[in-house]
């Protein structure tokens, strides 16, 4: 079982404080994902629980009991690294095979469980095999293959999928899911991609400075973004922010509009402006438009095939009932 | 170099390099292939060009020739397995983070750059000495006999005379694999549950394999010519006449040229098979 809870956990590197104090509990069975931009101390959080960093204060517990003067090897949690950290000189059998040996397993119950992994990640024909002659997306299962033979309390994923390309990125995503579906064990998971945050996660844990922003379901960040930062770093393409005129109309300082929720009128609308850069994805247009009372340009989503070109005058609506309403703090207005 | 002109071009400046090298090492060569086969020793005013070979069977049936190769042998072993040992863990220790690294990096790597006759001699009067040796003093100062390195074991003090000399090179070239081994493979293991001597034995270890290897070539092929500091210590007596030294006793001690250059030939023979040899395992290793 794998319930972690972190207590006031803190970290210093000398005097930097990377991650003030910090609480957060991570239920049996969960799947969530640290989320945030680079530098926001989300990967040390990650390695503060797996115990390749030591805490500066604070209490970490797995299953109720304290862990946080725990080796890493005695906490029962498997990790899977951003650069996939396969022993190159070794098969991927016995890569898979590691832990188990140095756990003195015995042998049959060691065949077995590799063959059991193997079976799951499509690597029974690479098992004799060195890493260096697999692909990018089958050394990631190799790495996954060895977390799993261990049957952990938790499996902690650092940044697991950046090295792979994007076609392959997301059908890892969907093992991996896949993977939380089967196995129902507790994983952890960081990433800054905020998309891999929306598909897999059970809880976002949304980092900024070592702070937590927000928890919540994907959909609760999605629709509820507690503050700005939260409601400028989900969703994609960017939610458009604007402060002045337009969000003092709905006594505001910011308010906030996704790109989906703005619609192409064809006279009058809230904003009139310019259509600038247009993106063509075929099921979707991104427009970027240029509006004169704002410095930023704003993002709007269109239907598949709008006859608007570079230079056009677009006329927008915002959905009454979907526009964020911000504080002065950067907080939201219920 | 795409085009024919630049290639032409490349072919012609390398050129003057290729001939002065060829002649410095074709002349010699040539000159030892010719007086292998000739009776000559100018003390005694006899030259005969041509002998056959019987220098060769002279050279390979005296007793001296085998004692001697078994002499280079275990001498080249065992300064190879102290360089390579000690600088396995040297590399392991300078690799951890502490004050002053920088300075104790070139105290370490100082050694590489004191010539041969220089810390032989050195070693011979300032360690070894029975009256005034660092050692000597140490075996006083705990009441036990001081040992004469020397001439109770000279092979296996020019060994360590030796292996100190070459201590900084296995260290550096290990020191660079050491820190190119990814810290997360180490973590890795880490979390695998491996404690820190199987993190040595199973990932530190097979990842320097490629550096010990090629320590262990280049080393090889510089060791099988130690002269200085035989002749500088023992000048050869004691069971410490290695190939190269029977070579040099018979040229210049002997005086028998003709003797000493098929023993150079013999030794660069024998010397051609070892690197052969160790480059089919290096090649083997810097493969995978």
């Known amino acids: ?334 | 170099m795409a085009t024919e002109h630049s290639k032409s071009s490349a072919r012609i400046m390398i050129a003057p390099a290729v001939f002065v090298l060829l002649v410095w090492m074709l002349v010699p060569l040539c000159m030892t292939l010719y007086f292998s086969f000739a009776d000559y020793r100018p003390m005694r005013a006899t030259f005969d060009a041509w002998i056959g070979f019987d220098n060769y069977v002279s050279f390979l049936t005296s007793s001296s020739f085998l004692s001697s190769l078994g002499t280079t042998l275990w001498m080249v072993g065992g300064i190879l397995s102290i360089t390579i040992a000690g600088g396995v863990v040297l590399a392991l220790l300078l690799d951890q983070p502490m004050f002053g690294q920088g300075i104790v990096r070139i105290l370490v790597i100082a050694p590489f750059f004191v010539m041969p006759t220089v810390s032989a001699l050195v070693w011979k009067n300032m360690f070894f000495n029975v009256d005034n040796g660092l050692f000597s003093y140490l075996f006083k100062f705990f009441g036990a006999q001081p040992y004469d390195f020397l001439s109770q074991s000279p092979l296996f003090s020019i060994v360590i005379i030796v292996a100190w000399q070459w201590l900084p090179f296995a260290t550096l070239i290990l020191l660079t694999a050491v820190q190119s081994l990814s810290s997360e493979q180490l973590e890795a293991a880490e979390m695998d549950g491996a404690p820190p001597l199987s993190r040595f034995w199973y990932i530190i270890l097979p990842h320097l394999s490629r550096a010990i290897t090629v320590v262990i070539l280049i080393q090889t092929i510089f060791l099988l010519s130690i002269f200085a500091e035989i002749f500088v210590t023992t000048n050869g007596a004691f069971g410490t006449r290695t190939l190269t030294y029977l070579v040099y006793q018979r040229v210049l001690e002997s005086q028998n040229i003709g003797l000493g250059s098929a023993g150079g030939i013999v030794a660069v023979i024998l010397a051609n098979f070892v690197a052969i040899f160790l480059m089919r395992i290096v090649g083997k290793n810097l493969d995978n």
């Not at chain 1, 926001?40 to 970490?60: F, M, N, Q």
């Not at chain 1, 003067?69 to 059998?93: E, N, T, W």
């Not at chain 1, 690479?126 to 050394?139: A, M």
């Open chain 1, 1 to 334: 079982m794998g319930r972690i809870t972190l207590d006031k956990v803190q970290k210093k590197f000398g005097e930097v404080e990377v991650i003030p104090p910090l609480d957060l509990t991570v239920e049996d069975g969960e799947f969530v994902v640290f989320v945030g931009p680079s530098g926001c101390g989300k990967s040390t959080l990650l390695r503060l629980i797996a115990g390749l960093e030591d805490v500066s204060g604070g209490e970490i517990r797995i299953d109720g009991k304290p862990a946080t003067d725990l080796p890493p090897a005695k906490r029962g949690l498997a990790m899977v690294f951003q650069s996939y950290a396969l022993y190159p000189h070794m098969s991927v059998r016995k890569n898979i095979a590691f832990p188990m040996k140095m756990a003195g397993m015995p042998q049959d119950e060691q065949d077995r469980r590799i063959a059991k992994a193997a079976d799951a990640l499509n690597l029974t024909d690479y098992l004799d095999r060195r890493p260096g002659q697999l692909s990018g997306g089958q050394r990631q299962r190799v790495a996954i293959g060895r977390a799993i033979v261990r049957e952990p309390a938790a499996f902690l994923f650092d940044e697991p999928l950046s090295n792979l390309d994007a076609a392959l990125r997301v059908g890892m995503r969907m093992e991996i899911s896949e993977l939380h579906s089967t196995l129902k064990t507790t994983m952890i998971y960081v990433t800054h991609d905020q998309v891999e945050a929306m598909t897999m996660a059970d809880k976002i844990v949304v980092l900024r400075a070592g702070h937590i922003e927000q928890v919540g379901s994907p959909l609760d960040l999605y629709h509820a973004p507690r503050n700005t930062f939260v409601a400028g770093f989900i969703g994609s393409p960017k939610m458009n922010l604007m402060g002045g005129a337009a969000a003092a109309k709905h006594d505001a300082t910011t308010i906030g509009i996704r790109p989906e929720h703005l619609d192409v009128v064809d006279t009058g609308g809230t904003f009139t402006g310019k259509v600038g850069v247009s993106e063509h994805l075929g099921s979707d247009t991104f427009f970027h438009v240029h509006i004169p009372e704002m410095n930023e340009p704003m993002t709007v989503r269109a239907g598949g095939e709008v006859g608007l070109r570079h230079g056009d005058t677009i006329y927008l609506e915002p959905q009454a009932d979907k526009i964020h309403r911000f504080d002065a703090k950067g907080l939201r207005i219920a």
